[in-house]
């Protein structure tokens, strides 16, 4: 009876299929599915889904595997025929950074990333541009200094500004080239008018025009 028992349950266990690493073949992006390299027998998958935290119809987070990836491939409810590929692993060739614990990093090959840092601070960088439409008001509140530095910085749109504007080049107005205010200032210290007459009378259009 023992035996029985032993030979149904071990044909029970045949049955079913634990999770397995494999190493991603393939990727289909407009399904976001992949094939998988079941390890160590080396058998291929067909396309199988790609697990995600966030999910939505045409939206959601997208983090698509790379051939090569070391992955954890899952079968639902332990059937052989429907499996889903669940985490990835870093190994020998693809090595972790070294990221203190309790951070949170999300880091793109092409050396662009976006980190939480345990003392609070918020890190962002780009290997490129940096592309940002906002669709409603874009509010910033900075209880400090705001420092930006730039080749140049172009503006379209009105800019209402409360408080001192300090520039420590010239400052030109209505896309001219020619005047600055720097340029206006010194021209009105030292101008001179001609047409002077005594009384009340006008003088004449000054000497120094702008």
Same mark, same amino acid.
Not at 1 to 7: D, L, P, V, W
Not at 92 to 121: C, I, M, Y
Not at 168 to 173: L, R
């Given at each position: 009876?023992?035996? *029985?028992?032993?030979?149904e349950? =071990?044909? /029970?266990?045949?049955?079913?299929?634990?999770?397995?690493?494999?190493?991603?073949?393939?990727?289909?992006?407009?399904?976001? =599915?992949a094939?998988?390299? *079941? /390890?160590?027998?080396g058998?291929e %998958?067909?396309?199988?889904?790609?697990?995600?935290?966030?999910?939505?119809?045409?939206?959601?987070?997208?983090?698509?595997? !790379?051939?090569?990836? +070391?992955?954890?491939?899952?079968?639902?409810?332990?059937?052989?025929?429907?499996?889903?590929?669940s985490?990835?692993?870093?190994?020998?060739?693809?090595?972790?950074?070294?990221?203190?614990?309790? +951070?949170?990093?999300?880091?793109?090959?092409?050396?662009?990333?976006?980190?939480?840092?345990?003392?609070? !601070?918020?890190e962002?960088? %780009?290997?490129?541009?940096?592309? $940002? !439409?906002?669709?409603?008001?874009?509010?910033?509140?900075?209880?400090?200094?705001?420092? =930006? #530095? =730039?080749?140049?910085?172009?503006?379209?749109?009105?800019?209402n500004?409360?408080?001192? *504007?300090?520039? #420590?080049?010239?400052?030109?107005?209505?896309?001219?080239?020619?005047?600055?205010?720097?340029?206006?200032? $010194?021209?009105?210290? %030292?101008?001179?008018?001609?047409?002077?007459? $005594?009384?009340?009378?006008?003088?004449? $259009?000054?000497?120094?025009?702008?």
């Open positions: 009876m023992q035996n *029985i028992m032993r030979r349950a =071990a044909r /029970q266990a045949g049955e079913k299929s634990p999770p397995r690493r494999g190493i991603v073949s393939a990727y289909d992006p407009d399904h976001y =599915a094939k998988v390299v *079941i /390890q160590p027998e058998h %998958t067909g396309f199988i889904p790609v697990g995600s935290p966030m999910v939505g119809d045409g939206w959601g987070m997208f983090c698509p595997p !790379t051939p090569g990836d +070391e992955v954890d491939v899952h079968f639902q409810e332990g059937g052989k025929n429907a499996a889903y590929v985490l990835r692993f870093f190994g020998n060739q693809a090595r972790p950074l070294s990221v203190p614990s309790g +951070e949170f990093w999300l880091v793109h090959r092409s050396g662009s990333f976006l980190k939480f840092l345990n003392d609070g !601070t918020v962002l960088n %780009t290997a490129g541009d940096l592309n $940002a !439409t906002v669709g409603g008001q874009a509010n910033l509140s900075v209880t400090g200094k705001v420092v =930006a #530095s =730039a080749s140049e910085f172009d503006l379209t749109g009105d800019l500004v409360t408080g001192t *504007i300090t520039a #420590s080049g010239d400052i030109y107005d209505n896309g001219r080239t020619d005047n600055s205010m720097n340029h206006i200032r $010194a021209v009105y210290d %030292t101008h001179t008018h001609g047409g002077i007459q $005594a009384g009340g009378g006008n003088t004449a $259009a000054p000497n120094q025009p702008l």
